[in-house]
């Protein structure tokens, strides 16, 4: 017998081709080109303005691109192209597109008339129509995965930043996206409250969930990323593996940043 | 000055506690007289309008209770919560379209506010009463079959649903600005957090923001309720049969003026005051979440919390509603 290995072709979660995307004159992406494989987590570095933000924005919709294509799993994000000609998705397809899509941002945005586990199941009772009984069980177990089985009943306001980060993390993988989006989780915590958020993502990353996430958490980066993208003035301006770019990287631009953050 | 460090005990030796200040307050003489004037002025008030022979306080307390009075009081409630309902929704409904990316909706919500809101609510009442005027025939019909069914405007826009309407638009016009303000109050943040969960727009609005913009809403809503109870005394104009129309025709024929608008003034503080003590129950709850602290207790509670101290054998459970979740909010918890 012998074991037959096959080449498995390389599937891609995104992919950018030449994205622009402009606020009124102000052209924060000018031409962004990047692809993520499938299962691979992709650190997004650079300095702020740089259009890091924009761009994850941009992979759930939540910004309309100006010029380009971008893709999720092979598909047009926002628009359907129908013999040549792009079609503006209609809501309820933006709808499902996102909702294979988990997004975490910087200030948490939990919803905060809701208990932690009604944050987690909200989206799934009544958006997928999950009924209340599985989707509540499901939740306990997503919590109990971020360490905050206890605090299910606690309103967002009784938790600690770390601990909201957590929930708002449960929240997004309840509705078992594909992909997941970090908008700087870390950057309003305090330090010491950092790192239980990272072991929450470096836990994801080792279950082969797909991500993409901005930060500027360098020992994140070196240790989850399987490719770093440095940005800035809206283009990606170095990309490969953290070895490569974070410790021998070849841009001037590269340099400057990371002799300034490390 | 350099062994002011010396100062501090050293770790382990306990410092003698501190003596506690003992000194002669300071005498608030203005505080008394100002007391004494008030209570005076207060005593030649009471003596000039309650103890007067001019009041005939049996008759205030015999028509108190008249039925007729009760009669209109029971319809001065129901306008009075029908015109809210109808306000309100219509209030959500031009605020939504005020908040719209349709500049024709906006425009619309705009006229809708400026017509409503600039002109007297006494006018509107006359103006929706005499609507016959202007329309004298009201009906529906399906256009190209021959299903019509049409009625005389003055037999369906009776007193009660000119003033319902009229106090209903005025008052969508007052909510519509209220309702308004408690959306723009709320995060726009929650709003991007439930659009990339996969929520549409209509559930987003009704399952996160609108929960949100209640806590403001309320409020200024419990204002507006109250209002618009006064204000269905207006509607008296067109008589219709509300409680100052009652008390007027009473006193049309017995001339106890004073006495029937006592009687009045009596019901119509008694709803408020019912409506104040919902509006603290209403804002209790849609202020849950709101605070990383239990809400303190109402004062049922806090009275039952009394008698519970005040005889110790019973044990009133008063504080276990609101605090479930008193364990410390923001310890560490490694994942």
Not at chain 1, 94 to 120: D, K, W, Y
Not at chain 1, 176 to 183: A, G
Not at chain 2, 102 to 117: G, H
Request: charged share 20%; proline share 6%; glycine share 8%.
């Amino acid at each position: 017998m012998t074991l037959m290995v096959e080449a498995q072709p390389v599937t891609l979660m995104v992919e950018a081709q030449q994205v622009c995307k402009r606020f009124g004159k102000n052209e924060v992406l000018k031409s962004i080109d990047l692809q993520v494989p499938t299962g691979s987590v992709v650190v997004l570095l650079g300095p702020s303005g740089s259009g890091k933000s924009t761009f994850l924005r941009c992979i759930n919709h939540l910004e309309k691109i100006d010029g380009g294509r971008l893709f999720f799993k092979e598909e047009l994000i926002g628009y359907k192209d129908k013999g040549g000609v792009l079609h503006e998705m209609r809501d309820r397809e933006v709808c499902h597109q996102r909702s294979e899509i988990g997004m975490v941002f910087q200030s948490f945005n939990l919803f905060p008339h809701m208990t932690a586990i009604h944050n987690v199941i909200a989206a799934p009772t009544r958006v997928k129509g999950e009924h209340k009984d599985s989707a509540t069980e499901r939740g306990l177990t997503l919590l109990a995965r971020v360490g905050l089985a206890d605090h299910a009943d606690h309103y967002p306001r009784q938790l600690s930043g770390g601990q909201q980060q957590r929930v708002a993390i449960a929240r997004a993988l309840a509705m078992q996206p594909k992909l997941m989006l970090f908008d700087e989780p870390t950057s309003a915590l305090d330090p010491e409250l950092v790192n239980e958020v990272l072991e929450v993502m470096r836990d994801l990353a080792r279950d082969g969930m797909t991500m993409i996430v901005v930060t500027h958490e360098m020992g994140f980066a070196r240790e989850v990323a399987d490719s770093v993208v440095f940005m800035d003035g809206g283009y990606v301006v170095e990309a490969g593996p953290p070895q490569e770019v974070l410790l021998n990287p070849q841009e001037p631009r590269t340099q400057d940043f990371l002799s300034k953050v490390l | 000055m350099s062994d002011s460090l010396s100062m501090a005990a050293p770790p382990g030796q306990a410092r003698p506690a501190p003596k506690p200040i003992r000194a002669v307050p300071i005498r608030h003489y203005g505080r008394w007289v100002g007391a004494v004037i008030s209570i005076g002025v207060a005593a030649l008030i009471i003596r000039l309008f309650v103890i007067t022979p001019n009041i005939n306080w049996p008759k205030v307390a015999h028509y108190l209770t008249f039925r007729d009075i009760l009669v209109g009081l029971e319809l001065t409630i129901i306008l009075t919560i029908a015109a809210m309902v109808l306000g309100l929704a219509l209030g959500i409904l031009i605020a939504v379209m005020r908040l719209s990316v349709n500049p024709v909706l906006r425009t619309l919500s705009w006229f809708y506010i400026w017509i409503f809101r600039g002109t007297p609510l006494l006018i509107q009442i006359l103006f929706w009463f005499n609507v016959a005027l202007i329309i004298p025939n009201l009906g529906i019909g399906i256009p190209g079959t021959s299903w019509w069914v049409s009625e005389n405007t003055n037999l369906l826009v009776t007193p009660f649903v000119a003033a319902l309407i009229a106090l209903g638009f005025n008052e969508g016009a007052y909510m519509s600005e209220i309702v308004r303000a408690g959306i723009m109050v709320v995060d726009y943040g929650q709003t991007e957090a439930a659009l990339a969960l996969g929520m549409k727009r209509t559930l987003l609005f009704r399952m996160i923001v609108l929960p949100q913009a209640m806590r403001a809403i309320i409020p200024p809503t419990g204002n507006e309720f109250i209002g618009l109870l006064k204000n269905t005394s207006l509607v008296s104009v067109i008589a219709a049969q509300e409680l100052l129309t009652k008390a007027q025709n009473i006193y049309a024929r017995n001339l106890l003026v004073i006495e029937l608008l006592l009687v009045a003034s009596f019901w119509y503080l008694l709803v408020t005051s019912l409506l104040m003590w919902g509006q603290y129950y209403v804002e209790r709850y849609f202020a849950r979440g709101a605070t990383n602290r239990p809400l303190p207790p109402t004062p049922p509670q806090k009275l039952r919390k009394w008698l519970g101290d005040k005889f110790s054998g019973v044990k009133v459970a008063a504080y276990t509603k609101t605090s479930q979740a008193e364990d410390n909010p923001a310890e560490g918890g490694a994942p």
